[in-house]
């Protein structure tokens, strides 16, 4: 295959025999099925894969993987959204809907998916991830379609709950799936990819049932939103029961060969691929891990204000004097820079190498939108800035990919990682039940309360994105000096994060270097990433910030 590219990352020293036979104080027990599948396949032998095979294998997952991801989370961006949708054509009058009764058709699905979140952190690690995921969303589909039954409150929120109950696994799932198939460097913008799908929800979805809203038909028009994303969705689960492979192991799109350097190219990531083994001792460590609870932290506080936006926003563009097609209309912008602060924030993040700096940057313009709609008044000549200050305000999801990738790219052990996801999307489900119960149609037209929590929020993301890195920082150096004790080198430069021309101009240092000298090329950890080790029992992870 080529030399040695610098997939992995560097260290002075080698490994001592005990790290490489899985010994010492943190034996983390049996690998990961990659593990086993590498020994087979690869005769025990560490594979080294070229900057060419590198990108070639990484353009066949990002065709086959990534359109599946993002159109599974268009439509479940829709399925939520059709709420917010529905409650401009009518909903709230012909279902009689009163007092917080709307609020709770909100909170209702991120109360379904809180109750969910502890149970699927044990099925995903052991189901086949794929075909669970699948399955989802075909209940998920054929309940949002039964909405359209609903006439009121009660057949409403229980039809709610049980699309809680399915769309709970797609957010875990999908962090998993992103950890399991890319590189940290990778992760980040891949993540944001899916998550902007919401961003084209809100374009392409208002678009949608801005016709839809035109039809005329004995149904109502929020009946016809509600079946006809419904039925998409069911149609889509097949398509993804179809293509999704469960693991790179089990890609039918991957040769044996590729199959090798797909799970290869994800050695230094040190977090593993996937073991199928629940284990009770990583699930331990994440209820003691500090980290497990500034990611918890971190969601809850920006899901509150996501929670109450996505609800309410097309309410709060309403009470600016616009009627229902052009309340639908105006929220086209609100996607369009969802979308671009998403991905641009994503691509800041990798280009510097650090989330906590962009997450509290990306907290600013929100702060401002909040700002702008606590003191302008609601009149006819305040529309414009009152615009600009609800589009100032959609800045805010790009923050929420960012702490799934800075959580994941933490956390290594299979049941770690689902276990920390779990911890992850309780934070997101509680602050999204939270989230509408704040904005309540009696304080129409200023919403004042929604929006001095959220303001309040933003400015607590920004001290916990520092409390983060400095904790982060802290654990890097207590693993180098459980390295010294060891015998090994206090410094490992972590190319994880780097681009494939650093990548290479770092090996051809090295490679200098070992020539100059006539000594060998530096040694690599990465011996123990596919043992199932967490990152605090794995001395040779790098924590990222």
């Known amino acids: 295959m080529g030399a040695r590219t610098g997939e992995t990352a560097e260290i002075e020293n080698a490994p001592t025999q005990q790290s490489r036979d899985g010994g010492g104080d943190d034996d983390g027990g049996g690998r990961d099925i990659a593990g086993s599948f590498l020994s087979k396949n690869a005769a025990g032998q560490r594979i080294v894969v070229t900057p060419a095979e590198s990108a070639r294998v990484l353009r066949r997952i990002d065709a ?47 109360l379904a998916q809180l ?35 609903a006439h009121n409150f009660g057949g409403l929120i229980t039809t709610r709950f049980f699309l809680g109950v399915f769309e709970a696994s797609v957010a875990p799932s999908f962090v998993a799936i992103t950890q399991m198939w890319w590189r940290r460097r990778e992760q980040t913008v891949r993540t944001s990819y899916w998550y902007a799908m919401n961003g084209i929800t809100n374009m392409f979805g208002s678009l949608i049932t801005y016709g839809l809203g035109h039809i005329s038909s004995r149904l109502r ?54 073991s199928r083994e629940w284990r009770n001792d990583h699930f331990k460590e994440t209820m003691l891990d500090p980290k497990s609870w500034f990611w918890f932290a971190l969601l809850f506080s920006i899901s509150i204000p996501s929670g109450g936006i996505s609800t309410f926003g097309p309410l709060i563009v309403s009470t600016f004097g616009f009627d229902q097609f052009q309340t639908i209309l105006f929220n086209i912008p609100f996607g369009f820079v969802q979308l671009v602060a998403t991905v641009g924030g994503a691509f800041l993040a990798q280009k510097i190498k650090m989330k906590g700096p962009v997450i509290a940057g990306l907290c600013l313009p929100p702060i401002a939108g909040c700002v702008m709609l606590m003191v302008l008044p609601r009149d006819v000549s305040s529309r414009a800035p009152l615009l600009v200050g609800y589009y ?8 929420t990919p960012l702490i799934y990738s800075w959580a994941s790219q933490n956390t290594a052990g299979d049941t770690k ?9 309780i934070g997101q489900s509680v602050g999204n039940v939270i989230g509408p119960l704040l904005y309540t149609q009696t304080e129409a037209p200023g919403y004042s309360r929604g929006l001095r929590s959220n303001l309040a929020l933003y400015v607590a993301i920004i001290v916990l994105s520092g409390l ?21 080198s206090a410094i490992i430069v972590d190319t994880s994060l780097d681009s494939a021309k650093e990548v290479a101009a770092r ?39």
């Not at 100032?392 to 923050?399: A, R």
């Not at 890195?469 to 010294?484: E, P």
Request: hydrophobic share 50%; aromatic share 12%.
């Open 115 to 149: 109750v969910m979140q502890p149970p699927l952190a044990w099925l995903l690690v052991r189901l086949p991830i794929a075909k669970f995921t699948s399955i989802m969303v075909l209940f998920w589909g054929i309940s949002l379609a039964c909405m359209a039954a």
């Open 221 to 274: 028009s929020y009946q016809i939103i509600f079946m006809f994303f419904g039925v998409i969705t069911v149609a889509f689960s097949f398509v993804m029961l179809a293509f999704m492979p469960d693991s790179p192991i089990e890609a039918k799109f991957l040769n044996d060969h590729d199959k090798i350097i797909a799970v290869e190219r994800l050695r230094m990531n040190q977090m593993g691929v996937i």
């Open 417 to 425: 990682r689902k276990c920390t996801n779990a911890v992850l999307f």
């Open 392 to 399: 100032l305000i959609s800045v805010y999801p790009g923050i």
């Open 64 to 110: 086959v993987i990534l359109p599946i991801m993002l159109t599974v989370y268009f439509l479940q961006g829709l399925d939520k959204a059709t709420l917010a949708y529905s409650s401009v054509f009518g909903l709230l009058t012909d279902t009689k809907l009163v007092g917080d009764q709307y609020s709770w058709l909100g909170s209702i699905v991120y």
């Open 468 to 488: 983060t890195t400095a904790y982060l920082r802290l654990l890097n150096a207590g693993h180098a000096k459980r390295r010294v004790a060891m015998g090994k």
């Open 507 to 545: 090996e051809e240092i090295n490679a200098a270097t070992a020539e100059a000298t006539g000594g060998e090329e530096v040694e690599r950890p990465g011996e123990r990433a596919f043992e199932n080790l967490t990152d605090l029992q794995n001395e040779e992870f790098v924590f990222v910030y």
